[in-house]
T-cell receptor, first 120, second 113 residues
Framework: GAVVSQHPSWVICKSGTSVKIECRSL??????MFWYRQFPKQSLMLMAT?????????EQGVEKDKFLINHASLTLSTLTVTSAHPEDSSFYIC????????????????FGPGTRLTVT | SQELEQSPQSLIVQEGKNLTINCTSS?????LYWYKQKYGEGLIFLMM?????EEKSHEKITAKLDEKKQQSSLHITASQPSHAGIYLC?????????????FGTGTLLAVQP
């Protein structure tokens, strides 16, 4: 089956530094990837939609200058948390939509294992 | 914007008991997904429903989508400790250039041996 990987699986950084998280689709092409954020005991909140070769689309309330997204190829999207602060500590999950698969208008989405970010 | 409400928020059941989790949408559902998540891990895809009245089963888990396509239920028969986790319903949020998948509020399930 389709696999999405994330790297790193966990990271601890100091306040004020930037952290980059990678999301890769390993055996399929993904023109669209999504970035979610999850706080403990809460559901996933969509942060942004990453489109290959174009600018990401951010959800309301998400700072685009804070969370930089780059989707340079059909298999890789990166999320950079700039000038991280303790409130940015969270579980970040990406997903990728198979560009060629799916049924009708619903394309199956595959999720990465997540990246736990802790900002001290 | 579309919102998904899940109930209950959390659930503790004895091993062997049946349980049902509900997912209600504020708008018509075009694609309804059920996922399971272990805390701190990624999502495991369970099932996808598209048609009104559709029902799918996998092992001891059955998911249904009502005829009006605004409510889905996930039923687990004879629960086991391995069923414990967070259950999330997700829906294709149509609108704009890209269909986005939004998630419900989540249901935390604990199964007591």
């Amino acid at each position: 089956g389709a696999v999405v990987s994330q790297h790193p699986s966990w990271v601890i950084c100091k306040s004020g530094t930037s952290v980059k998280i990678e999301c890769r689709s390993l055996d399929f092409q993904a023109t669209t990837m999504f970035w979610y954020r999850q706080f403990p005991k809460q559901s996933l909140m969509l942060m942004a939609t990453s489109n290959e070769g174009s600018k990401a689309t951010y959800e309301q309330g998400v700072e685009k200058d804070k969370f930089l997204i780059n989707h340079a190829s059909l298999t890789l999207s990166t999320l950079t948390v700039t000038s991280a602060h303790p409130e940015d500590s969270s579980f970040y999950i990406c997903s990728a939509r198979d560009s060629l698969g799916g049924t009708g208008d619903s394309y199956e989405q595959y999720f990465g294992p997540g990246t736990r970010l802790t900002v001290t | 914007s579309q919102e998904l409400e899940q109930s209950p928020q959390s659930l503790i059941v004895q091993e062997g008991k049946n349980l049902t989790i509900n997912c209600t949408s504020s708008k018509t559902l075009y694609g309804l997904y059920w996922y399971k998540q272990k805390y701190g891990e990624g999502l495991i895809f369970l099932m996808m429903l598209q048609k009104g009245g559709e029902e799918k089963s996998h092992e001891k888990i059955t998911a249904k989508l009502d005829e009006k396509k605004q409510q889905s239920s996930l039923h687990i028969t004879a629960s086991q400790p391995s069923h414990a986790g967070i259950y999330l319903c997700g829906a294709d949020n149509r609108g704009g250039a890209t269909n986005k998948l939004i998630f419900g509020t989540g249901t935390l399930l604990a199964v007591q041996p």
